[in-house]
């Protein structure tokens, strides 16, 4: 479940796809607990837990749940949530209660008229918004979120989807207003041509690089992401000695 639509996002349940979105099933939060139980085991170098969806983790209270469980049992583990931000100003006390000291926000634009091309609805106190009128809501709870989160102690990271033909003149006023509000570190990822966008142009790796360079002057740039499945496991590099395990995984990520 999600409470807004971008136009690249098809959430799917499956074990073959590698993309966000994407993973095996959706597990309960005392399901999940044992997942990790298990991951551990056989990777004690995990230091990372972290929810990504498939959908809008601070839309599901089990995310909460998930977290507060796994803080008590794990403490020493940082805990990471990935969000479109929509929701995040409201959520951070309880985040910060169940032991998140970590969050990404996924902002594509700062100008409502570019972000309204890339999200065809925003749902807000069970009311659907449409156009710029979704987009500008949008785009403002995800900076006070941003700002909120940061004031609280937590580390901020911003995720971007390069849409070559939409936002690469949004990369810049996107790190400044961000780096303005709190926020350490800027990821820009290319988009992944699915759903509504399954026509556009992947960005090319000039472009990625342009927009990295840009970004740079105000936000120094995570270059590493494998835009993984919702419910990857691994350290990066080590990945390999852990996809046996692929049936049990579910709706959590950990990580090195
Ligand atoms: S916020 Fe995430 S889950 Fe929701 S539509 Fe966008 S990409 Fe998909």
Redesign the pocket.
Known sequence: M?N???NY?K?DINKSENRP?VSASVLKPIESLEVLRTALKKMPQIKVVGIA????PLANPNTFETFRLVHEEFPHLIKCVAS?GLLLAEKVDELKKVGVSTVTV?INAVDPEVASKIYAFVIYKNKTLTGTDGAKLLLEKQMEGVEKASAAGMLVKINTVLIPEINSDEIEKISLEAAKRGAVIHNIIPLIPIYLFKYMPKPTAEQLNKARSISLKYLPQFRVCKQCRADAMGVPGLEKCLSCTQDKLGSVYFHG
Not at 53 to 56: A, F, I, T, V, Y
Request: proline letters at 8%.
């Open positions: 999600c807004i639509q971008c996002c959430r979105g969806g498939p959908g809008e479109n996924t």
